[in-house]
Structure formats: structure tokens, C-alpha cells
């Protein structure tokens, strides 16, 4: 709605909107059908650790261009975008600024004045509100923000959104947001400490694992970790007791290594290996450890049955052998 | 994903994991797959002096449809004579393990696998007689 409404509403402005190759697939889903409209798109790379080069944004603007894009907490590896310059960036060039935040308002602290973000969409259901409910916020002054909407008739919401409004998702959702407004702080510190002790574990007793994307800019309870030699789906597989999932749920009906990972430079052997690990309000340090454990076993017990950690151990560099790809 | 039960206890009981000496002239080894495609697998046979598969080891990189299809395989060509392995069809894998289609390259590729060890076993007896 955010992507579609501002170009449509702006098209006698410009025809250019600039995104990030690594964005979730409802915001390049939304700039691949403008496309087919007739605008053009940007899609930004992002360096090995999953963040936009500033200096490429800029480089991108154009005239004609209304609209920059850019999530705030990456879904798949949890890397968090540099967004107060961001913003800085799209004010200076007279650019809107839309932030996808549906995985980090109520993770991470967020004041859309302080970033200079225009719009910003977030849902409930990532802030352990019901499913079924978003919301978009659109600044109203300095800049008045106007969308053109995907839905007509009836008028509600200011003529954006109609359709009679769902009372009670919404009063989840402000309790929700409330909830985790509240803890946030005391939370995150919680979570990181959680991650970290899942990262150090898993490292402690494993070699050849690699981290996807920034330590530094990260959301606290995101880790997505790369178990070289060991297919992902079969790690799965093997620890079916912990909710983990290998690239992103949302593609998951596809066999495709993670388009995420491949932004980032990695290469497709090592995401076939990728594992997202989600930490958060009701986990523990005793489920940490239980995982590091099972992780562990799992992972020594398929690499033993790997052909191509056998070939390591024999001292075989795999880029110098010819695969029959299929 | 829902996996079939003969899937699971492959993945959880693999048959016949392991390596056998790929230099011995009685050894076929098969590798096929690529570790960017997500799936690599080594399958290996020794062949008796009948001409019969003694011994069957696989080890594979990829999911559990792929273990399980591997896995399948070295239970299977075991015993058999070189020709009568070389008729194991994908679609005999698929229906044995119930994979869904989107997996059916898994069996597709435990196929090539026996075929490269039969191969590779040939080429080593040819080069001997020769």
C-alpha cells in the first residue's frame, strides 16, 4: 500500500523509486508490478554485512525519483539499516522515506522524527499481538504525506483503507504495542544476551560456521548462521524438537538458496547451509543451551555423512572440483 | 514440509554411511551433484567376483529426501548382479519413499549415482584388461 499509493499518487513527480535488493517480498513484489506500470526501480545492493552503501543511495537519486525504501530489521538475517542517515539522505534530496518495521517496532527503539522516516508500516503479530492487523503511519505535516489507495468505497481511515475497522485486533494490537513498549528495554538487553550466548555456544564447538550479516547492526534476537558442509533443510530435519527455519519461512515453498544471502555475497553452497535462529520473549537459557547441544550433535552427526566434509578432511579444495550441477 | 515415515527413518537410520577405498579396482565410486545446488552425492559399491554388488556405501550433502534416496539406493543394489542395478529407476525410489514432487530430484539423483559407481567400476576393470 505504501509503495503503490505514494507512486501513484506522486506520478506526475517522477517515475524513479530506489529500493534494497535484500527488501522483504512484498516491497519488491509491489516495485516489480509498478515496473510493469511503467516506473523504474533501484534495487540498492548491500555490502557482506547486509548494509546498504550510503554513497550508493545517494548516487541513485535522481530528479525523478519520489520514493526510497528501506526496512528497518532485515526478516531473514536481522540486520538493522542505517536509518537516521538514510532519512538524512532523502530529506536533503526532497525524497519520501518508507520504512518496512514490521520486525522491529517493539524490538528496537524507533522514533520516526529522530530517523526522518515518512512512512513506516509495522503489524502486531511480530510484537506477540494477533495476526491479521498492520499499521502504516503517514506524516501528516512537513511533509503531508498523501497516498492514493488500493481499496475504494466506504471512506473509512481517511478514505485509505476502507472497510469496517476490526475493534478488536485493534485493541490487541495497541495492547500489544503497549506491552512491548513497556519491556523493551530490560528485554532486548535480555534477548542480545540470549543471542550472544547462542552464538559463543555454537562456535565454541563448532568450526567452519559462519554469521550472515553484521554482529553490531543487528536486531537483539536474530541470528542467522551458515553450518558449512551441512544442507540446511536437513539439519532441520534432525532438530524438528526447535523452531528454527532455513532462509526465510516465506519462501520456503521454493528449493532456491535465500535471495537474501545471495546480496550478500554469499555464495550458494554455503546458503543451502543457512540456518535463522529467532530468539524471543518466552525463550530461556536453559532452551539456548538445549539448542547449542542439539545443534551440535546434529550437525556432527550429517557432516559425518557428508561427501564434502570428507573431501575437506582429506585436504580437497572443493572449488577445484567438477560438479555435475543440476 | 510433512515427510513419509520411510523418509524419517532413513534420515534418522541411514543404511550403509561410510566410504570404501576408492583406489581398490573392485570399488565403483559415483559422485554427482554440486554443493551451490544443494545436493551432493557419493555412492560406492564393491563387486565380487560374480559380478555381484557385495558392498554399498553412500555418503550425501542435502536433505532428508536426498539421505533417504541415497540411502535407499545402497540397500538396494546390494546383492544385485551389475546389470540388474543398472535398472533402479528414480520413479521405483519415488513411489518406495513417497517423495512429493518437489523432491522428486532427490531420487533423480540417487539414480545417477548408481549409474556413476557402475561406470566408474567398469572403467577400472576395462583398464585393467586392457
Redesign the interface.
Known amino acids: 500500500m505504501a509503495v503503490k499509493g505514494v507512486a501513484h499518487m506522486y506520478r506526475d513527480k517522477g517515475d524513479h523509486l530506489i529500493t534494497v535488493a535484500t527488501e522483504h517480498k512484498a516491497v519488491l513484489d509491489a516495485h516489480h508490478a509498478l515496473e510493469r506500470e511503467g516506473f523504474r526501480t533501484t534495487f540498492l545492493g548491500v555490502g557482506p554485512d547486509g548494509l546498504v552503501d550510503l554513497d550508493e543511495l545517494k548516487a541513485a537519486i535522481t530528479d525523478q525519483t519520489i520514493l526510497v525504501s528501506v526496512m528497518a530489521v532485515n526478516n531473514e538475517i536481522g540486520v538493522v539499516q542505517p536509518l537516521a542517515e538514510i532519512g538524512k539522505i532523502c530529506k536533503e534530496r526532497g525524497v519520501l522515506f518508507f520504512c518496512d518495521a514490521a520486525q522491529a517496532v517493539g524490538k528496537i527503539p524507533l522514533n520516526v522524527e529522530e530517523l526522518g522516516i515518512d512512512i513506516l508500516a509495522f503489524t502486531a503479530h511480530k510484537m506477540y499481538g494477533p495476526k491479521g492487523i498492520g499499521a502504516l503511519w503517514v506524516r501528516r505535516k512537513a511533509p503531508r504525506v498523501r497516498l492514493e489507495p488500493l481499496l475504494h468505497g466506504g471512506g473509512h481511515e481517511r478514505g485509505l483503507r476502507s472497510g469496517t475497522l476490526a475493534v478488536p485486533l485493534i485493541v490487541a494490537f495497541g495492547e500489544a504495542a503497549e506491552i512491548a513498549q513497556r519491556e523493551m528495554a530490560e528485554e532486548s538487553a535480555r534477548i542480545l544476551a540470549l543471542r550472544t550466548r547462542l552464538y559463543h555456544g555454537l562456535q565454541a564447538k563448532l568450526e567452519h560456521i559462519h554469521l550472515n550479516g553484521s554482529w553490531e547492526h543487528r536486531a537483539p534476537g536474530s541470528l542467522n548462521v551458515s553450518f558449512a558442509y551441512v544442507e540446511g533443510e536437513s539439519l532441520l530435519m534432525g532438530i524438528s524438537d526447535i523452531a528454527v527455519s532455513s532462509g526465510s519461512a516465506c519462501t520456503s515453498a521454493s528449493l532456491e538458496p535465500s535471495y537474501v544471502l545471495k546480496a550478500l555475497g554469499v555464495g550458494d553452497e554455503l546458503a543451502h547451509t543457512s540456518i535463522r535462529f529467532g530468539i524471543g520473549r518466552f525463550n530461556t537459557e536453559d532452551e539456548i543451551d538445549y539448542t547449542i547441544g542439539r545443534v551440535v550433535e546434529v550437525v556432527n552427526r550429517l557432516r559425518d555423512m557428508s561427501p564434502l566434509w570428507e573431501m575437506v578432511q582429506e585436504g580437497i579444495d572443493l572449488r577445484t572440483v567438477s560438479w555435475t550441477g543440476h | ?1 510433512a ?1 513419509s515415515e520411510k523418509v ?1 527413518d532413513h ?1 534418522s537410520n ?1 543404511r550403509n ?1 561410510g ?1 570404501l577405498p576408492k583406489d581398490d579396482p573392485t570399488v565403483g565410486t559415483g ?12 555412492l560406492q559399491i564393491r563387486v565380487g567376483a560374480g559380478g555381484v554388488i557385495e558392498e554399498a556405501k ?7 529426501s ?2 533417504a534416496s541415497s540411502s535407499l539406493a545402497t540397500e538396494w543394489v546390494r546383492g544385485k548382479t551389475l546389470e540388474e542395478a543398472a535398472q533402479i529407476r528414480n520413479t521405483d525410489i519415488v513411489q518406495e519413499l513417497n517423495l512429493p514432487p ?1 523432491k522428486i ?1 532427490c531420487s ?2 540417487a539414480e ?1 549415482a548408481i549409474r556413476a559407481a557402475l561406470a566408474d567400476y567398469k572403467a577400472k576393470q576395462d583398464k585393467l584388461t586392457a
Do not use: N
Not at chain 2, 553412500?58 to 532428508?64: E, I, N, Q, W
Open positions: 514440509m515427510y524419517i534420515y541411514p554411511v566410504a559422485v554427482v551433484g554440486a554443493p551451490e545446488c544443494g545436493d551432493v552425492m557419493k553412500f555418503k550425501t550433502f542435502g536433505c532428508g536426498a539421505i518437489i530430484h533423480v539423483l545417477d
